[in-house]
């Protein structure tokens, strides 16, 4: 049995720049594509028993993975912001398409700034189970929104892939 590992969260975690881009890409890509301001927060992890979570795989000169989940009212409001969309009208197969379209974005965003010269496949965006455990990261972050939260966390393993 795979043993629980708290993961430990902002700017005492990831060295100064990794953390920097990872606060950056998530503040522009939530403002210019979800309408959502997202402020870096200290972590608070009890609600992510009801989260809507999901994952993206990578693999290159870099191989890993990340995992978001947002709070249940934070995806509602991303997803209506990003369908342009009253909440009525949203209905959970949508949101939880929108949620994966989040993750990988932001994947694809943190990898290209974090390694802009390196070739990295992504993998689909796959739901993750409510509740799940976020595993030992190498970069996490929490992030207040406007309607809830928001978790990121990355690993990674480097020379692992071709590229």
Not at 4 to 16: F, L, M, Q, S, T
Not at 61 to 70: D, F
Not at 82 to 88: K, N, R, S, V
Request: charged share 20%; glycine share 8%.
């Amino acid at each position: 049995m795979p043993q629980k590992i708290e993961p430990v969260c902002g700017p005492e975690r990831d060295a100064g720049e990794l953390g920097d881009v990872i606060q950056r890409v998530v503040a522009e890509v939530l403002e210019t594509m979800f309408f959502a301001e997202a402020i870096p927060s200290p972590c608070c992890h009890d609600w992510m028993g009801s989260a809507v979570s999901a994952r993206v795989s990578f693999d290159g000169s870099h191989s890993g993975e990340m995992r978001l989940s947002t709070s249940l009212y934070a995806a509602d409001s991303i997803a209506c912001a990003f369908l342009g969309a009253d909440p009525e009208e949203v209905i959970p197969a949508a949101r939880v398409k929108v949620i994966l379209e989040l993750a990988n974005i932001l994947c694809g965003a943190t990898l290209s700034q974090l390694w802009p010269e390196s070739k990295l496949a992504l993998g689909a965006p796959e739901l993750t189970p409510a509740g799940e455990e976020f595993p030992a990261c190498r970069l996490h972050h929490c992030f207040e929104l406007p309607e809830g939260r928001l978790a990121l966390c990355m690993w990674w393993s480097e020379g692992a892939g071709p590229g």
